[in-house]
């Protein structure tokens, strides 16, 4: 199959990336900057798997319908889509700015139905396909100073129950992922009291690896994961029990 996933310059983006090239797909990288995004895919064709980069801005109309262009003229059309573009910030929600806010919910909320949009049509004309939306146990249980990305989280979970009940009559199974704290640079990037108050919190003790999201979507994209429609799975450390 043919997977696109989107913020895959670094994280968990590119750990799901390399995991779907591992698994056999073809993979277009995307990244807001191009460099990031053929980092990875020059990763996974050393690796032995197939792989094409592409820049674009998912909050953008123009730029994703560009950037669905040249995928579908390198690889084809996508059957997998996983919406990972993503990006954190921090603030007290009396200091977060309408910029702020509004840039939150353009890549997170904006960018998954704009990829969704695009990708959509020819995985209901094919009678089959996968997409999986990651968003975050923040979107689950809210998070201080957070409130702008957790309502985007959240809003990316009700998009994934509503689009799933929508198509998988026709074949497209929708789920979602909402990982607890990762290493990744977006969680790097907040600070160091929220880190460590975090992990004592957690009954793992510890935040998660990419690899083990990766792992996540890849069951959501393979056979064994049939049943699951409309789902959120808590790769969280334990930080949300359902």
Known sequence: MIALVTGAGSGIGAAIAERLARDGHRVAVNDLHLKAAETVAAGIRDAGGQAHAYAADVSDDAAVDAMMQAVRADLGVPEILVNNAGFGHQAPFLEIEPADFDRIFAVHVRGTYLMTRACLPAMIEAGQGH?????SQLGQIGGVELAH????????????KSLA??????GVRVNAVAPGPVNTPLVAALSEDWKTAKKAELPLGRFGEPAEIGGVVSFLCSDDAALFVGQTLGPNSGDVML
Do not use: L, P
Not at 131 to 135: L, P, Y
Not at 165 to 170: A, C, H, L
């Open 131 to 135: 997409i999986v939306n990651i968003a």
């Open 165 to 170: 009940r929508e198509v998988s009559t026709k």
């Open 149 to 160: 990305y957790a309502g985007a989280k959240a809003a990316i979970i009700g998009m994934t």
